[in-house]
């Protein structure tokens, strides 16, 4: 078959739709251009890289990360975005967004501009997607990690000059709806392609929903930096809950929620609208101590990052753990919890014509897996950039 350079085969391959038994996929030009049982591939002279006794899945796309081993999203460095990438792609992650923190406009726009540079090809590991600005147009009630001194009021005009600055690279923004000018700003952003989360945000039920019709998808890691559900006014969360087209984001590390408020998220929105994310900071892949986040001193004691006030700060998860987890913590099956780490955000985020499952047509991104879902290779675009022997 001419459309072939190389075939990887498989124990088992999830797409996530569906499972595989022994199959192969078929890569070309970095696209995968065959998927099914070796014996209807036909005549094949290329490459082949066994993974027989391994696991294929697609590979895992983090649209909320903030650093991870000792680099930041906002140390705005070429340096950083690399480490960053390089240690994600050992946790299976093949795409991500950068994400920044409430800061000086000016750092924001030095972040936008590294990971605009940082975006075409540049980095070693897990491709960047995009960035995801996680403020600063929030509520100094939710503010929660956010540095509160630096919260701002959006205007139209400051958004477009960010937008024009970053020249295709802000693919989302998180914002509190209810600040003067949040529903005009969404309305803006969703003119401008931009998706939208509801974030750190103090908002009424109504409020939400202004700003869901206007155009908001996302649950910014629904429940925390949130106004509290009440059965009388059920706030941001029942409105995220109760929307059919939002994506509701979590972050399962058995700290941030308890499994009961997991389980319900799933029910609510079920397999297709829920999304596994890691919050991760540079703590992550590194031991407990003292590092920083945007500006501010985080303390790290048995893998929890927490301010010096006792609030929680991101996560250390990687999104490998948070697919295992979300399968202990409720019982459901494997290739469910892949979909929320590849395809939803995939969705999510617009690019699930190219990304997300394993579908002919789409990048060769795969995560290979052992029996027991760690990590044993990541693929990107059909090339090998991580496995665990090496």
Same mark, same amino acid.
């Given at each position: 078959?001419?459309?072939?350079?190389?075939?990887?085969?498989?124990?088992?391959?999830?797409?996530?739709?569906?499972?595989?038994?022994? =199959?192969?996929?078929?890569?070309?030009?970095?696209?995968?251009?065959?998927?099914?049982?070796?014996?209807?591939?036909?005549?094949?002279?290329?490459?082949?890289?066994?993974?027989?006794?391994?696991?294929?899945?697609?590979?895992?796309?983090?649209?909320?990360?903030?650093?991870?081993?000792?680099?930041?999203?906002?140390?705005?460095?070429?340096?950083?975005?690399?480490?960053?990438?390089?240690?994600?792609?050992?946790?299976?992650?093949?795409?991500?967004?950068?994400?920044?923190?409430?800061?000086?406009?000016?750092?924001?726009?030095?972040?936008?501009?590294?990971?605009?540079?940082?975006?075409?090809?540049?980095?070693?590991?897990?491709?960047?997607?995009?960035?995801?600005?996680?403020?600063?147009?929030?509520?100094?009630?939710?503010?929660?990690?956010?540095?509160?001194?630096?919260?701002?009021?959006?205007?139209?005009?400051?958004?477009?000059?960010?937008?024009?600055?970053?020249?295709?690279?802000?693919?989302?923004?998180?914002?509190?709806?209810?600040?003067? =000018?949040?529903?005009?700003?969404?309305?803006?952003?969703?003119?401008?392609?931009?998706?939208?989360?509801?974030?750190?945000?103090?908002?009424?039920?109504?409020?939400?929903?202004? =700003?869901?019709?206007? =155009?908001?998808?996302?649950?910014?890691?629904? +429940?925390?930096?949130?106004?509290?559900?009440?059965?009388?006014?059920?706030?941001?969360?029942?409105?995220?809950?109760?929307?059919?087209?939002?994506?509701?984001?979590?972050?399962?590390?058995?700290?941030?929620?308890?499994?009961?408020?997991?389980?319900?998220?799933?029910?609510?929105?079920?397999?297709?609208?829920?999304?596994?994310?890691?919050?991760?900071?540079?703590?992550?892949?590194?031991?407990?101590?003292? +590092?920083?986040?945007?500006?501010?001193?985080?303390?790290?004691?048995?893998?929890?990052?927490?301010?010096?006030?006792?609030?929680?700060?991101?996560?250390?998860?990687?999104?490998?753990?948070?697919?295992?987890?979300?399968?202990?913590?409720?019982?459901?099956?494997?290739?469910?919890?892949?979909?929320?780490?590849?395809?939803?955000?995939?969705?999510?985020?617009?690019?699930?014509?190219?990304?997300?499952?394993?579908?002919?047509?789409?990048?060769?991104?795969?995560?290979?897996?052992?029996?027991?879902?760690?990590? +044993?290779?990541?693929?990107?675009?059909?090339?090998?950039?991580?496995?665990?022997?090496?």
């Amino acid at each position: 078959m001419n459309n072939i350079e190389k075939i990887l085969k498989f124990k088992t391959i999830i797409t996530p739709f569906s499972t595989i038994p022994n =199959g192969v996929i078929g890569v070309h030009e970095g696209k995968i251009s065959f998927i099914g049982k070796e014996e209807k591939l036909g005549e094949y002279h290329g490459e082949t890289v066994d993974f027989s006794d391994k696991i294929a899945a697609p590979g895992y796309i983090d649209i909320h990360i903030h650093g991870a081993n000792k680099a930041d999203t906002m140390d705005a460095n070429l340096k950083s975005l690399d480490t960053i990438s390089s240690f994600i792609a050992t946790k299976g992650v093949t795409g991500f967004y950068p994400t920044t923190m409430t800061a000086p406009l000016e750092d924001i726009y030095k972040a936008i501009d590294a990971v605009k540079k940082a975006a075409d090809g540049k980095v070693h590991g897990a491709r960047i997607l995009g960035i995801h600005l996680e403020g600063p147009y929030f509520s100094k009630e939710k503010a929660g990690a956010q540095e509160a001194d630096y919260l701002r009021i959006p205007k139209i005009d400051e958004l477009r000059d960010l937008l024009n600055f970053g020249e295709g690279i802000i693919k989302r923004v998180s914002i509190a709806p209810e600040i003067p =000018g949040g529903l005009e700003a969404i309305k803006f952003l969703r003119e401008n392609n931009v998706v939208v989360a509801l974030g750190h945000t103090n908002a009424t039920f109504d409020i939400a929903m202004e =700003g869901i019709n206007l =155009g908001a998808t996302i649950g910014n890691h629904t +429940y925390n930096g949130m106004r509290n559900f009440h059965h009388r006014e059920p706030g941001v969360l029942g409105a995220v809950l109760t929307s059919n087209n939002v994506f509701a984001e979590m972050i399962v590390d058995g700290i941030h929620l308890h499994s009961a408020a997991v389980d319900l998220v799933v029910r609510c929105k079920g397999f297709d609208h829920t999304i596994l994310i890691t919050d991760s900071i540079m703590a992550t892949g590194l031991a407990d101590g003292e +590092y920083i986040l945007g500006k501010a001193k985080i303390i790290v004691k048995n893998g929890i990052s927490r301010r010096e006030s006792g609030v929680l700060a991101g996560s250390t998860l990687t999104l490998d753990k948070a697919v295992r987890n979300i399968i202990k913590f409720l019982d459901i099956p494997v290739n469910r919890a892949i979909q929320m780490a590849s395809y939803n955000p995939a969705r999510a985020l617009h690019i699930e014509d190219k990304k997300g499952s394993l579908e002919i047509g789409k990048d060769a991104d795969i995560v290979v897996l052992n029996e027991d879902l760690t990590v +044993y290779a990541t693929i990107i675009g059909g090339d090998i950039v991580y496995t665990a022997e090496s």
